[in-house]
């Protein structure tokens, strides 16, 4: 059974950091692109960082970039978003997410997995 889990959400200020984490389960993670989205109430969902599992090339939504910084370790089937200089609009769910294909899409559609999604909140 395939489970992606993730950990590290909550309440911050504006201008604070975060960390989240996301566990996989049941499948071979080494062999997975890994990404992370977020959505916010009433709006769809947007891709924010994802990582290949073919190269190592990491890919950051415009919004994001400078801020935020993806990584993964492979030995503890586990991708890492760091978050800094939050922002109120980075509020949101944030998801991760596997595809089984080799390269990074921000296309939601096409990824394989879904976590359960993790709540921040930034405080202005």
């Known amino acids: 059974q395939v489970q992606l889990v993730e950990f590290g959400g909550g309440l911050v200020q504006a201008g604070g950091s975060l960390r989240l984490s996301c566990v996989a389960s049941g499948l071979t993670f080494s062999s997975l692109t890994m990404g992370w989205f977020r959505q916010a109430p009433g709006k769809e969902r947007q891709f924010v960082a994802g990582i290949s599992w073919s190269d190592g090339k990491i890919y950051y939504a415009d919004s994001v970039k400078g801020r935020f910084t993806i990584s993964r370790d492979n030995t503890r089937n586990t991708v890492y978003l760091q978050m800094n200089s939050l922002k109120p609009e980075d509020a949101a769910v944030y998801y991760c997410?596997?595809?089984?294909?080799?390269?990074?899409?921000?296309?939601?559609?096409?990824?394989?997995?879904w976590g359960q999604g993790t709540q921040v909140t930034v405080s202005s």
């Open positions: 997410a596997a595809d089984r294909r080799v390269g990074v899409t921000s296309t939601p559609a096409l990824y394989d997995y």
